[in-house]
């Protein structure tokens, strides 16, 4: 897949994107404990704190030494762990330029509480598909896809830059998040495409669809990026680009 590099947008009612870049603090310094711990303890902790399907239902338990938090809170505590380091790149760069105009469209307190929704309902999704794992889930892409599912409602036609064959270009949201949408759908679908939690991105991503209605400040038009509500003025036009 590609990685998006910013979109168009500015941000109409709040200054900073303090949700925003507290999560990826937050995942980034989760990380560098992972990567600098020894391997034993780094295991233990992904075996703790990681979502285990298996666990979350009931039909396994875990041993003594990384019984840390009973099964239940593994649906939050999963988001903040990752696999590997392009896995935490490939999150918090996706959280960052989409998440910043979605927490602009709920406030801060409500953009937290979407964020650990999507999480926990992208984490119920693909255990309830694969209740007989035991193989840990973890990173925040369930959450990350509630936000794109948001960011799809509120912003269709905003455009994104993204590099094709290493020139950038710029798409509207929607070619970029259909066509991202339906990657996970066929990945999840193609036999033998093991080691990723596709389910959880496309139940986080249809998830955060539901749950933005309910979340959006009442004073944004949704499908309307182009238009600005009345009484709103962009603080920084610099930011934006027109068409």
């Not at 019984?67 to 809170?73: K, Q």
Request: with cysteine.
């Amino acid at each position: 897949m590609f990685f998006p590099l910013f979109d168009n947008l500015p941000r109409l009612l709040i200054d900073r994107p303090w949700v925003t870049i507290a999560a990826i603090i937050c995942c980034c310094f989760v990380y560098l404990i992972q990567a600098i711990s020894p391997e034993l303890f780094m295991a233990r902790m992904i075996y703790a704190l990681g979502l285990i399907p298996d666990v979350l239902l009931g039909n396994a338990k875990r041993p003594p030494s990384i019984d840390w938090i009973a099964p239940i809170f593994t649906l939050v505590t999963y988001n903040f762990l990752h696999g590997g380091f392009m896995h935490l790149v490939g999150n918090m760069v996706y959280l960052w330029v989409f998440g910043d105009n979605v927490e602009d469209a709920m406030g801060h307190r409500r953009f937290f509480a979407f964020f650990i929704c999507c999480g926990i309902i992208a984490g119920i999704g693909q255990t309830i598909i694969t209740g007989d794992s035991q193989t840990p889930i973890v990173g925040a892409s369930g959450a990350v896809s509630g936000i794109l599912g948001a960011y799809l409602l509120q912003y269709p036609k905003a455009k994104v830059l993204i590099p094709i064959f290493m020139i950038p270009v710029f798409v509207r949201a929607y070619l970029l998040l259909i066509f991202w949408i339906g990657f996970q759908i066929f990945s999840a679908l193609v036999p033998g495409q093991s080691g990723v939690a596709w389910w959880a991105h496309i139940i986080g991503f249809f998830g955060g669809m539901a749950l933005f209605p309910f979340f959006r400040h009442k004073t944004l038009p949704l499908l309307c990026p182009d238009e600005l509500p009345r009484g709103i003025k962009i603080r920084n036009r610099s930011r934006y680009y027109r068409r």
